[in-house]
């Protein structure tokens, strides 16, 4: 393959952009021996760092940090001045790198990318350019920046001011002097932060136009310190591969303690060091609730308030630079040198756009509702289109002539945030979906470069020349991508994660909030499992290999990486004893469930005389009320009344029903059937005593969870045999129906998922002998006669070894004619849905079981069960 440059128009790879994404994959290719050129509307290299030279402009990830790491010589002969170098320096660094594996002689300068369009036929991208040129190229990669489209001016009249115009984001290569000039600045984000201490240096008169105050720490810059240079030198590479599968692309664990679990004390102390730091992955290092949690997140809100009211004189000014309408880190937090000092110098104005929005530019400055101001200069540090904005603004026509725009008419739509469907040979660097503006952008566009390279390399040798997503792919992508946003405080703020500085821009959250490793991981698996949610095809034929990479729920898949980093040994050995302590400890870890009217403990009789402990669940509303006996989980063996408390609590607040939790014997004390009897015996005794308890004879529903799922079945099945007590409805979750057969889900989810296929069976051991099983007590979907049983709302979870069992009994009971709901929950796990304000992408499952109970009762409900 040939690799010249000189006006050749036919390459395997067009790359756009000359940043540091576009040149390291211009490297890539290269060594790959891949034809390739880069198309570069700068003159030069540096993307970012050529464009932004506003004063104070530096970086906000410490440079030891956010530099190349695939050139080993290069970090050896590149020695940064500074804990965050200034645009000037990285500028410097990028055009070295450009010098030393000389990138400049593949990279055409001054030339945008105005059109590129896929034909089919040749299977090629054509690539049209400002200078009327056209290329074309088997793959085409868009370098093209998440943060090099400036956002178009939003003020009224901008076109009108007759002085100096400046727009941090494209600043003039020969800088600006504003000495004696009275200046005006719109926006207070990171760019107008490090400008407006520089800028207030210079001149004569600053006004600031604050729209939205921002949260800022201060940048300490300086000497870089010994320690980090030792953590650093001490083994680069271990360093670097650290970085790689840290959260944010910086190495740092992830914090483990709740900002609400510690005392004040100890909270501002960590705040205070927090401060002290200066840098930016400290914010999110302190607490693992700062994004996920109101609460959590206004201690800080209040902790870097107060820093910012002791520095700024006049209180009134203070307040203003106050954040209050987001959370922090919702918007892109920054790093400051003077900035909040800068308001105490006498010529140095704040206005507050919230309270005196802008009416118009003019010809001579800036008009808002209240007042005139006259300017020599104005400075728009009003941010950019962020992610999409460089993508979209070349005219990409995809396979099916739709154009990307078009396409993400709703929001980015990829895999990966690294391609999309319909635009096939088409790779984004650090696209949205991927972690990119969250993290060390060089961590992430150095995964992606290589991700991209070896998958190039790939193709070639299996012989394909064409690589697109499947559509099941892209679309479960950017809902796992929604729904771990959903799980944060993220997608409130009015930020550009958001799309929402854009006018008319559609509103999604834009980066993957998973973190570096996840998302790593994630991408690893795809390659591991044959490019697993890609059709890829060629001469050799076709590979379509369609699949979902994150199937469980981004919640559920944090609740697991939570138990298996306690690396505990498996329940089943820890002994009867051992696990009944375990299971109680690990319950009282938990979120307690919703507040309820009142809660009582008694004791009701059991089957063979036996005393059952239960705990009533009564709702603050007036009663008397329905009546839900619930049985708890626990293969029979574990828990006891109080075990499922959140999910008692729950049930009896949402369903307005008392709940009576029954602990019911357990084997291996009580085998076989004395669960099942009990249950009959519980369900019994409280409809003899509904009136006693406060509750309405005859609206009597039973509900249980796994082992007591199948309790409660089986009470409903014995309970019709004896002619009563009258059940109005059952809901059965994940229940376990049947000791006798293995199914495919027992073997699918045997292992890593919560309940093992392992521990069940030593359930089944404790509670009954394999001889007895086939008893319809035992195994309620072996009953001969499943007909006239109450209405059902049967709950399955598709990770949940005893899925397959819970759809048999739902399928049986529909088929004996009695009246099922059947919820099959996509991507939860056997103790997802006990699992209150903790799995919170299960509470529709929660809603419905609810919303079931009160329909049995006959109690107007919001929303139909489906029932
Ligand atoms: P860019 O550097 O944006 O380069 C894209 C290039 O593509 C540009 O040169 C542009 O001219 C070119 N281009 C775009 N469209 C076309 C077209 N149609 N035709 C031809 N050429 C085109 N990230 C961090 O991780 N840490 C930081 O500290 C940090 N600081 C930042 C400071 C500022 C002021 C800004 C704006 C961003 C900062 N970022 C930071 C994010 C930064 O953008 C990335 O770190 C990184 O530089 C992006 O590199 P890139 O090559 O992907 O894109
Ligand atoms: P930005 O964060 O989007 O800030 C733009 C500012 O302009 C905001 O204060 C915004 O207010 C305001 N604004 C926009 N349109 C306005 C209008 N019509 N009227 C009044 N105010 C308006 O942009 P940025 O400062 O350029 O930074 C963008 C990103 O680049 C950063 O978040 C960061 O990732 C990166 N960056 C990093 C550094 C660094 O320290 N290394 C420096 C600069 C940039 P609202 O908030 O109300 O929209």
């Not at 003159?43 to 760092?49: A, P």
């Not at 190229?137 to 009108?160: F, H, I, N, Q, W």
């Not at 049983?789 to 399928?811: I, M, N, S, W």
């Amino acid at each position: 393959m040939t690799n010249n440059n000189n006006g050749s128009s036919e390459f395997d790879v067009v790359i756009v952009g000359a940043g540091f994404a576009g040149m390291y994959q211009l490297k890539r290719m290269r060594e790959a021996s891949f034809s390739a050129v880069v198309l570069e509307t700068a003159d030069d290299v540096g993307g970012t760092w050529y464009w932004n030279r506003y004063p104070g402009a530096r970086c906000d990830i410490l440079t030891v940090d956010y530099s190349y790491s695939w050139d080993r010589e290069l970090e050896k002969e590149w020695v940064w001045s500074e804990r965050y170098a200034t645009q000037p320096e990285i500028l410097r660094y990028a055009q070295f790198v450009a010098d030393k594996h000389d990138l400049r002689r593949d990279i055409r300068f001054n030339t945008r990318v105005n059109a590129a369009r896929w034909d089919e036929e040749q299977r090629r991208w054509v690539i049209t350019t400002n200078d009327g040129g056209q290329l074309n190229a088997r793959y085409y990669v868009m370098a093209t920046g998440c943060l090099s489209m400036p956002k178009v001016p939003d003020v009224a009249g901008s076109e009108r001011f007759t002085g100096e115009v400046y727009f941090t984001s494209t600043w003039p290569h020969d800088g600006v002097d504003f000495s004696g000039k009275r200046v005006g600045v719109i926006g207070t984000g990171s760019s107008a932060v490090q400008s407006i201490p520089l800028i207030a240096e210079q001149c004569e008169q600053l006004t600031v136009f604050q729209r939205t105050p921002n949260f800022a720490i201060p940048a300490r810059n300086g000497a870089i310190s010994e320690e980090r240079i030792a953590a650093y030198k001490k083994d680069p590479v271990a360093y670097r591969e650290e970085a790689r599968w840290s959260e944010i692309g910086v190495p740092r664990e992830r914090p483990q303690l709740s900002a609400l679990q510690v005392s004040e004390e100890e909270r501002s102390a960590r705040y205070e060091a927090m401060w002290e730091e200066g840098e930016l992955r400290a914010v999110g290092a302190v607490y693992n609730d700062i994004l996920t949690n109101a609460d959590a997140n206004d201690t800080m809100r209040r902790f870097i308030n107060d820093k910012i009211r002791a520095k700024v004189d006049d209180p009134a000014i203070a307040e203003l630079l106050c954040p209050d309408n987001h959370y922090v880190a919702s918007k892109r937090p920054c790093l400051d040198t003077n900035y909040f000092e800068t308001y105490n110098l006498p010529h140095v104005k704040l206005l507050d756009l919230r309270d005196d929005p802008i009416a118009t530019i003019t010809e001579t400055g800036i008009d808002t509702g209240k007042a005139s101001f006259e300017f020599d200069a104005i400075v728009f540090a009003t941010g950019f289109d962020a992610m999409t904005g460089a993508l979209v603004g070349v005219d990409i026509i995809g396979s099916d002539g739709l154009t990307l725009r078009d396409a993400w008419d709703h929001g980015p739509q990829t895999y990966l945030g690294l391609m999309s469907v319909g635009f096939p040979n088409l790779f984004m660097i650090t696209g949205p979906g991927s972690p990119s503006v969250l993290s060390n952008m060089m961590v992430s566009i150095e995964q992606h470069v290589d991700l991209i390279t070896d998958t190039l390399v790939s193709l070639r040798e299996k012989d394909f020349d064409r690589i697109e997503p499947t559509e099941l792919a892209q679309s479960r992508w950017v809902e796992h991508n929604n729904e771990f946003a959903d799980l944060t405080l993220m997608p409130s703020a009015n930020s550009w994660y958001m799309g929402a500085n854009v006018p008319g821009k559609p509103q999604v959250f834009l980066p993957y909030i998973g973190g570096v490793d996840r998302y790593r991981t994630a991408c690893d698996e795809v390659v591991a499992r044959n490019y697993l949610g890609f059709a890829l095809n060629g001469p050799s034929g076709q590979q379509v290999n369609d699949g979902i990479i994150r199937e469980l729920k981004p919640d559920v898949q944090l609740l697991l990486e939570a138990i298996a980093e306690l690396d505990l040994p498996p329940m089943e050995t820890m002994g009867v004893d051992g696990a009944r302590q375990f299971m109680i400890e690990s319950g009282a870890s938990m979120p307690p469930g919703p507040d309820v009217g009142e809660i009582m403990d008694g004791t009701l009789s059991g089957a063979d005389r036996s005393a059952l402990e239960y705990r009533l669940y009564r709702p603050p509303s007036g009663g008397p009320h329905p009546i839900t006996v619930y049985f708890h989980g626990g293969g029979w063996v574990l828990g006891n009344a109080i075990t499922d408390d959140p999910l008692c609590r729950y049930l009896c607040l949402h369903s307005d029903s008392i709940v009576i939790s029954v602990n019911y014997r357990h084997a291996p004390e009580a085998r076989f059937p004395a669960a099942a009897d009990d249950g009959l015996a519980a369900v019994t005794w409280v409809s003899e005593h509904a009136q006693e308890l406060g509750g309405v004879p005859g609206r009597l529903a039973v509900a249980g969870w796994s082992a007591g799922g199948n309790v409660a079945a089986v009470a409903a099945q014995q309970a019709r045999f004896a002619g009563g007590p009258e059940i109005c409805g059952q809901v059965l979750l994940c229940p376990a129906t049947d000791g006798t057969d293995r199914r495919p889900s027992h073997h699918e989810n045997a292992e890593n998922l919560g309940l093992t296929l392992s521990l069940m069976d030593w359930f089944w051991d404790n509670y009954c002998d394999e001889g007895n099983r086939s008893d319809p007590k035992a195994s309620p979907l072996l009953a001969r006669d499943l007909s006239g049983l109450p209405p059902a709302l049967v709950l399955t979870c598709q990770f949940d070894p005893l899925r397959d069992e819970g759809d048999a009994y739902a399928d049986a009971l529909k088929g004996a004619g009695v009246k099922v709901r059947h919820l099959e929950c996509e991507g939860q796990i056997h103790t997802s849905i006990p699992a209150v304000d903790v799995v919170v992408t299960a509470e529709y499952a929660r809603e419905a079981m609810a919303t079931a109970l009160r329909e049995f009762f006959g109690e107007p409900s919001p929303v139909s069960s489906g029932l």
